[in-house]
């Protein structure tokens, strides 16, 4: 008899968008005038930069020639991106990472899913409340969990990012009367709650992890928000993080490529974990042998295009882009706080994190059926994110300013 991995079945049984969609559609049908604008998803709505869109039609004519067709590429992805990324991404900063521990990929996504394959089974893991749900299905999944009670796995400890913390948990917030992590989450600019780490909060976490021999996973997917120069871009500007984290990067919102798809794994050289007997354990072969047996690659186009984001003009238009989302997020944060709301992110993030005192889900009808405005309540992404909705700043101005006059009327 066929068996299945029951480990799905204790997933979270309603995928928060599902949920959403779900509801939007029945809006929708009984209200089929209705213009609905959209702040819930967190997808881009502005094309690619004119850069890129070159770069990636230049790279069909490549491929469409005897002379420069590429076929398979280099698995860790070619050498043109994952130089220009260490320069610009790392280098520039003074951080550094080496070309050879950058690991191209088709998004953060995969990466984010991916690497727990690395760990064993018994690891403990830590992360934040609320929680961009990849981190804990993905573990959930791969059966690193204990019982759901009420939404949250025994296997995991959940890390409560609130107001009081400004939604940044420290080491000290981890919780004595359970296992000690192995793995830490971390995420900055913070999906959902738009929250930034300073330089010594995200110190700390190293330090911790050094001394405990544990890892950090870092995600770092909405890196190119930050406008803050004291702000930390990187876990590796960290001292010693070299030695105790893998960083993430997604080319998704920094330039518009969630329908392209790429991003890139950092996994420096030199990461240890360990085996069963102590004896120590290189991180990076192992990722480097887990992608080559299970992937095969960005395409040539996709990387060419990820490629013209580092060009001059490239690195001007996405940052452009950018810069119109954050307008949009000051703009929304704004008008929430004129309407009396304590509100969060924003500033460094394309998310606006808005107390909304009660239900979440409550506060999401509210606004779905008397301002025909979408968002995406809080309690979807954790317990701690019950009491607020998460606002996202990609759509057109037009949108983002009538949706702000519908919020007005509704609030
Ligand atoms: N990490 C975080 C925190 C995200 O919010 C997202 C996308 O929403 C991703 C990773 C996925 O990025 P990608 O599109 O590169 O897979």
Redesign the pocket.
């Known amino acids: 008899m066929l068996h299945v991995n029951e480990n799905y079945s204790k997933i979270q049984a309603s995928y928060l968008f599902t949920e959403i969609a779900h509801r939007v559609a029945a809006h929708q049908a009984a209200n089929p005038g209705a213009k609905i604008i959209r702040l819930g998803i967190?997808?881009v709505t502005e094309p690619l930069a004119p850069a890129v869109v070159e770069a990636m039609h230049k790279a069909v004519d490549d491929e469409a020639g005897r002379e420069h067709f590429h076929g398979y590429g280099p698995e860790q992805g070619y050498a043109f991106l994952r130089e220009k990324a260490a320069e610009a991404d790392f280098k520039a900063r003074g951080v550094d990472i080496q070309a050879d521990e950058i690991f191209i990929?088709?998004?953060?996504?995969?990466?984010?899913g991916n690497i727990q394959e690395l760990f064993a089974d018994d690891v403990a893991i830590a992360v934040g409340d609320p929680v961009?749900p990849?981190y804990v299905d993905t573990n959930v999944m791969a059966g690193r969990t204990g019982k759901n009670e009420g939404g949250r796995y025994s296997g995991l400890q959940y890390l409560t990012c609130n107001a009081a913390n400004g939604f940044v948990p420290s080491p000290a917030s981890l919780d004595p009367a359970q296992p000690k992590p192995d793995i830490v989450y971390l995420?900055y600019p913070?999906?959902?709650t738009g929250a930034v780490a300073t330089l010594d909060q995200l110190q700390e976490w190293v330090d911790w992890a050094r001394a405990n021999k544990a890892l950090i996973l870092f995600?770092a997917?909405?890196e190119a928000f930050i406008r803050d120069p004291a702000i930390p871009h990187s876990i590796y500007e960290c001292t010693g993080a070299r030695e105790c984290a893998i960083e993430?990067r997604?080319?998704?919102?920094t330039a518009g490529?969630?329908g392209i798809?790429?991003?890139y794994t950092v996994v420096p050289k030199g990461l240890m974990a360990y085996a069963a007997d102590g004896s120590q354990v290189e991180l990076r072969p192992m990722w480097t042998r887990r992608q080559t047996t299970k992937f095969n690659g960005a395409s040539y186009i996709t990387q060419r295009g990820a490629e013209a984001i580092y060009s001059k003009d490239g690195a001007e238009q996405t940052k452009a882009t950018i810069d119109f989302y954050l307008e949009n997020a000051k703009l929304v944060k704004n008008a929430l706080k004129d309407l009396g709301y304590t509100v969060a992110g924003g500033d460094n993030s394309p998310y606006i994190w808005v107390d909304v005192k009660g239900s979440s889900w409550d506060f999401f009808d509210k606004l779905l059926k008397e301002a025909n405005v979408v968002t995406t309540p809080g309690a979807g992404f954790g317990r701690a994110g019950e009491g607020y909705i998460r606002i996202s700043a990609f759509n057109s101005r037009e949108n983002v300013l009538e949706a702000i006059e519908r919020l007005k009327k509704t609030l």
């Open positions: 967190g997808d990929s088709d998004g953060a996504k995969c990466d984010c961009y990849v995420c913070n999906n959902p995600d997917a909405y993430f997604s080319y998704s919102k490529f969630t798809r790429c991003g």
